[in-house]
């Protein structure tokens, strides 16, 4: 059983511990386990200390030798362990160790459902479903930040709400800004990726209009912005520059006048029942734990087996994150070429750590080892639950639009607002995000659904989850069971219901699009 096929099967909770896998050299804590506490699925006795969602030894281990979880390496005991001990990063580290890939050996025909799903979503003329009903303001450079923010802050309901009063079937006016757009090389990588994230942005389905504002001068022309994407000016999208308008106060005024003549058409729309094919979700997970590769993780792979069924598409992203763990996907991959894409875009992740003096595996962050997390390896293969276990049907580099239905793979940072916001110039228009440790976070113009891992983080941080996933380490809940529950509550959030983060207003400061350029 692997880490992405995993259900409510796999395991048998009691009262201390979890076994997800019969290979497995540890098993997970539930508790808080003392020193000489009986365990009786294992016949061991805890040896010290193992706090909640961390991993004990089920039997002696020597130094060397390599470690599993979820039937698979996670690591190398760095010295001998006893059965009952703690594991983690005292006593476990890297290794390399030989995978293999075996591209599409185990892909299998998709599953289709008898009667698709559907949801209220917002047709636009061209086709396309929205899920939400913003305008945009893109910014081609840094230098015309604060100019879009003042235009967007003039909109916001909570300020203002007599601006948008008469407009009721618009979601809000949002101003997407960065820190680039100069000082780098006009004609490399780094600029292309930043042109090729706006122009996603700049024709996503859930926005209306957009308005593109720069400064003049700046590297990120916004002629060749738009000739590189092939965007023209229309009646939904419209440009100019704080030079050419006569600076900061005319702009500001002029853009605010731009934006209310887009009013009335953009609230001219209603929302109409469409198939859940319509649906592209991208996948994330922050602040992981222990717990997020046996609950949160697998419930949300399930819900993706649910989409795909349904006509669907997932974005899986992430690469650093996946990490040791990609050949459970190539092994899914629907042709050797997929499969071969996948590992060649961790190879340019090797090359990039090389030549900037980092390493692939400087993962989990201090957050994820303080949950229980304690290599990349491990990291990775709860990671790659989210991606349920249908085929992997094609890889995409970061901000490609995404055309495959299905489940796709987007080359992205583990950074989750990069990683997200790639996703979203992709084409998603519905983020879905698990956290163990608790994330504040949301994702303008794509509402974003956040699922916690445990019951304490429901408990203490309900204010910003949508989903309680720890019923599934309570027994309470199958993941099947909370699989299918997500899926319905996904087609709501895409129906107009508004998530915890939307609540919050987040989402604008949210929008970070990976800079790889050297600025010069």
């Not at 997932?314 to 629907?334: C, D, K, N, V």
Request: hydrophobic fraction near 40%.
């Amino acid at each position: 059983m692997t880490a992405t096929a995993m259900s409510s099967s796999s395991f048998q909770p009691n009262a201390r511990v979890i076994r997800l896998h019969a290979d497995d050299d540890v098993v997970i804590s539930l508790d808080q386990l003392v020193s000489g506490t009986h365990i009786e699925s294992e016949g061991i006795a805890v040896a010290g200390l193992v706090p909640p969602g961390h991993k004990m030894a089920t039997r002696a281990i020597e130094a060397g030798s390599a470690v599993r979880r979820y039937g698979q390496i996670i690591g190398f005991a760095s010295q001998p362990i006893r059965a009952g001990q703690h594991v983690h990063t005292h006593n476990l580290a890297m290794g390399d160790f030989a995978r293999d890939h075996a591209h599409g050996a185990e892909a299998r025909p998709t599953p289709r459902a008898a009667e698709p799903a559907s949801f209220e979503g917002i047709v636009r003329d061209d086709g396309r479903v929205a899920t939400r009903n913003y305008i945009g303001i893109l910014t081609s450079v840094n230098c015309s930040a604060t100019v879009a923010r003042a235009i967007a802050d003039h909109f916001r309901r909570d300020i203002h709400p007599e601006m948008l009063a008469a407009f009721p079937n618009i979601d809000g006016v949002v101003a997407l800004t960065h820190g680039a757009g100069c000082a780098v090389d006009p004609e490399g990588e780094g600029l292309a990726i930043l042109q090729r994230t706006l122009g996603g942005y700049a024709c996503h389905p859930n926005f209306a209009s957009v308005l593109v504002i720069g400064l003049g001068c700046e590297t990120n022309q916004i002629a060749k912005l738009l000739a590189t994407q092939g965007l023209q000016h229309s009646e939904r999208l419209h440009s100019f520059t704080i030079q050419d308008t006569g600076g900061t106060t005319r702009t500001i005024a002029h853009g605010i006048e731009r934006i209310e003549a887009m009013l009335p058409q953009a609230n001219a729309v209603r929302r109409q029942t469409v198939p859940a094919s319509h649906l592209v979700v991208g996948l994330q997970c922050g602040g992981s734990d222990g717990y997020s590769g046996i609950s949160a993780n697998p419930v949300l792979g399930a819900a993706v087996d649910l989409l795909v069924a349904h006509g669907g598409t997932a974005i899986l992203s992430e690469t650093p994150e996946i990490y040791g763990a990609e050949h459970l996907l190539t092994r899914r991959a629907q042709t050797p070429e997929v499969g071969r894409k996948l590992v060649e875009r961790i190879r340019w992740w090797e090359a990039y750590c090389a030549r900037n003096g980092a390493a692939m595996d400087n993962n989990p962050s201090a957050g994820n080892k303080a949950g229980g997390l304690s290599t990349v390896l491990e990291k990775s293969l709860g990671g790659i639950a989210k991606a349920g276990s249908t085929n992997l049907v094609d890889v995409y580099e970061y901000a490609q639009p995404v055309t495959a239905r299905g489940l796709v793979f987007m080359d992205t940072p583990g950074y989750d607002p990069i990683s997200a916001t790639g996703q979203v110039a992709g084409g998603a228009n519905l983020i879905c995000f698990t956290t163990g440790r608790g994330s504040a976070y949301g994702c303008a113009p794509s509402p974003s659904f956040k699922l916690a891992t445990n019951t304490a983080l429901w408990q203490r941080q309900s204010d910003d989850m949508d989903l309680n996933c720890g019923e599934v380490l309570e027994g309470t809940q199958s993941i099947e069971e909370l699989g299918a529950r997500l899926f319905r509550m996904l087609l709501d959030t895409a129906s107009g219901q508004p998530s915890r983060s939307e609540r919050h207003g987040y989402g604008q400061q949210e929008f970070v699009p990976w800079q790889i350029s050297v600025v010069t």
